[in-house]
């Protein structure tokens, strides 16, 4: 924790620890730098064979509603979990993560100050991956469909938005409405061609909201950051176990689709200043599209045939966030330069543009499998 000395920070840690359900002797926490939201920690047993931890430090800012989104967790995980019992599967506590409650019952520690502490198992001998590549992007595909799969038949209902609309397309766009009305940082005459580009496709990215109020289209349990690294393989590189559970939250499959594609499937940076090194990597997206399918046996046919739909939506709906941030005078996303938004602005629209170009190659491997 910033500020405080070496004491100081283990005398917190020492009492942080001991307000969770650790039945064996542990050792100091260690600081691991992974993540951008919230602290984390490793906390070792002091005994060979006895279990570790895994502590994190939760962003309330962020999150606000602590309670729901442990509840969540909780939920999900425990779900999870009676279905690889009734399958008869071994080893269930490296393929879904366990929350340690406090000593009276709760699902997390708020200290005297106000933050906001939990404990998992850690799963040992795991490993996460950074590098997508058509194999790694297979096994993810696998893991998220096998994922929503098994929570196919956990009502979304009992799940609360960790982040409200946080994936709501019609959301987004009021944002961006206002900001464009309120003109904040009188950015808007230099950039009227991004608000053309995004008007002019806002009825086809809204089609979502549209067919679930229709009846059409329904909401599931989704991850909402189905990244490669959200995953841990074992020691011989197989997927394990899904992580990062923060925003498991309910929303449309085709999202958590088109959000691994975003950043995966993306030849270029996500603030690529070079429009031209942006193009859709399509070995990434059929070798992600093969695993999913294998894995993701709920789907209904119009939420199959969507999923290329998805990859265009949140491509779009990023250039949308970012595009409104820029307007607003870069208050939410953190920036480099001036002017970075506006290029995370144009290199996502590139992207938009790159997967219109290929939608019906998309379509075909979708139909494929």
């Keep these: 924790m910033e500020g405080l000395g070496r004491s100081q920070f283990n005398l917190l840690m020492k009492d942080i620890i001991s307000q969770f359900a650790i039945p064996n002797e542990v050792e100091q926490p260690q600081p691991l730098k992974i993540g951008f939201i919230n602290d984390s920690y490793i906390v070792r047993a002091k005994h060979a064979g006895e279990t570790s931890y895994f502590l994190q430090h939760i962003n309330h800012h962020i999150f606000e509603n602590v309670e729901g989104l442990q509840q969540n967790i909780r939920r999900v995980t425990e779900h999870i979990r009676r279905k690889l019992q009734d399958a008869g599967e071994a080893d269930i506590d490296r393929k879904v993560l366990r929350l340690i409650p406090t ?7 708020r200290t005297p100050e106000g933050e906001y502490w939990r404990v998992y198992v850690l799963i040992e001998n795991a490993s996460s991956q950074e590098r997508v590549t058509p194999e790694s992007a297979e096994l993810a595909g696998e893991a998220f469909g096998r994922f929503q799969n098994q929570l196919s038949d956990l009502p979304f209902s ?5 982040i409200p609309n946080f994936h ?23 950039t009227t061609d991004l608000l053309c580009a995004l008007n002019s496709r806002r009825e086809e ?9 229709e009846g059409k289209l329904s ?7 189905t990244k490669v690294n959200n995953m841990l393989f074992d020691e011989y590189g197989k997927p394990l176990c899904i992580v990062d559970l923060d925003t498991v939250m ?18 270029g940076a996500e603030d690529d200043m070079h429009l031209d090194n942006i193009h859709v990597d399509m070995a990434i997206f059929e070798a992600y599209t093969r695993g999913y399918l294998r894995e993701a046996k709920f789907l209904t ?3 199959k045939q969507l999923l290329p739909f998805g990859c265009r939506l949140l491509s779009y709906m990023q250039t949308v966030r970012f595009y409104t941030d820029y307007l607003n005078g ?3 996303y953190k920036i480099q330069y001036p002017e970075h938004n506006l290029v995370r602005t144009r290199a996502q629209l590139r992207l938009v543009e790159e997967q219109e170009k290929v939608r019906e190659t998309m379509e075909q491997i979708v139909a494929k499998y």
């Design 103 to 109: 000593r009276d019952g709760q699902l997390y520690y």
């Design 158 to 162: 009992e799940l609360c938005e960790s």
């Design 168 to 190: 709501n397309m019609e959301f987004r766009l009021q944002q961006l409405d206002e900001a464009v009305e309120a003109d904040r940082a009188h950015r808007l005459n230099d």
């Design 205 to 213: 990215m809204c089609m979502a909201e549209r067919l679930f109020r």
């Design 219 to 225: 909401k599931h349990i989704n991850h909402c950051d």
């Design 250 to 267: 309910p929303g449309y499959v085709l999202s958590d689709f088109g959000d691994f594609m975003r950043t995966a499937a993306n030849t």
């Design 301 to 303: 046919d119009i939420e």
């Design 330 to 332: 870069d208050t939410y």
